[in-house]
């Protein structure tokens, strides 16, 4: 049974890092995708980030390009989101999720860790 577990999330004044993980297990993932998404209380959930475990491409939302860096640790069957220069906007709860290379939707996903970055 595929599992992902999200962590690193906390409380940050603007301008500051955070660092959140997601460790996965339950298969193997050498032909996923592992993204990042987040939701703001009273928004949609939206993409943030994305990596293929294939052959490391990634790609960002505009609101996040230049900020966070997405990456994986194959040893350790993880994922990171780094996050720098955090601004108010981008408090949320930060989900993981996962889908294999050849799918459109992300049929796994984590329970979300809680971003708060205050002003």
């Known amino acids: 049974q595929v599992q992902l577990v999200e962590s690193g999330g906390g409380l940050v004044q603007a301008g500051g890092s955070l660092r959140l993980s997601c460790a996965a297990s339950?298969?193997?993932?050498?032909?996923?995708?592992m993204a990042w998404f987040r939701q703001a209380p009273g928004k949609e959930r939206e993409f943030v980030a994305r990596i293929s475990w294939t052959d490391g491409r990634t790609y960002y939302a505009d609101s996040v390009k230049g900020r966070f860096t997405i990456s994986t640790d194959n040893a350790k069957n993880s994922v990171y989101l780094q996050m720098n220069s955090l601004k108010a906007e981008d408090t949320a709860v930060y989900y993981c999720?996962?889908?294999?290379?050849?799918?459109?939707?992300?049929?796994?996903w984590g329970q979300g860790t809680q971003v708060t970055v205050s002003s």
């Open positions: 339950g298969r193997t993932f050498r032909n996923f995708v």
């Open positions: 999720a996962a889908r294999p290379s050849t799918a459109y939707s992300y049929a796994y």
